[in-house]
């Protein structure tokens, strides 16, 4: 049951906001170190975040190596490598269209 209710929870998410939230009321600023050794819980947080996070930040955590294959395969890693594509530094532009 406390497993079912910290993946309901999300505290790597909390942790973020929370952070955001005092850094936006000028209470200290955000904690970007912090926030990298996150796991993949604070994808979502940190990208709707983004003006507060930093682009640094959001790229580092969007080049970050994540395991691929079906025996380490999760919600929020499929998630966090979803969301951080745009933000990648080996991303390639879409091709232009004259």
Same mark, same amino acid.
């Given at each position: 049951?406390?497993?079912?209710?910290?993946?309901?929870?999300?505290?790597?998410?909390?942790?973020?906001?929370?952070?955001?939230?005092?850094?936006?009321?000028?209470?200290?600023?955000?904690?970007?170190?912090?926030?990298?050794?996150?796991?993949?819980?604070?994808?979502?947080?940190?990208?709707?975040?983004?003006?507060?996070?930093?682009?640094?930040?959001?790229? $580092?955590?969007? $080049?970050?190596?994540?395991?691929?294959?079906?025996?380490?395969? $999760?919600?929020?890693?499929?998630?966090?490598?979803?969301?951080?594509?745009?933000?990648?530094? $080996?991303?390639?532009?879409?091709?232009?269209?004259?």
């Amino acid at each position: 049951a406390v497993v079912v209710a910290l993946h309901v929870i999300n505290p790597d998410r909390i942790i973020v906001e929370t952070n955001v939230e005092r850094a936006r009321a000028g209470q200290r600023a955000f904690a970007a170190t912090y926030a990298a050794t996150l796991s993949d819980d604070a994808m979502p947080a940190i990208v709707e975040h983004a003006d507060v996070v930093g682009p640094l930040v959001l790229k $580092n955590f969007a $080049n970050r190596v994540r395991p691929v294959g079906w025996r380490t395969w $999760n919600v929020s890693r499929a998630l966090a490598r979803r969301l951080a594509r745009p933000y990648e530094s $080996n991303a390639t532009p879409p091709i232009a269209r004259p």
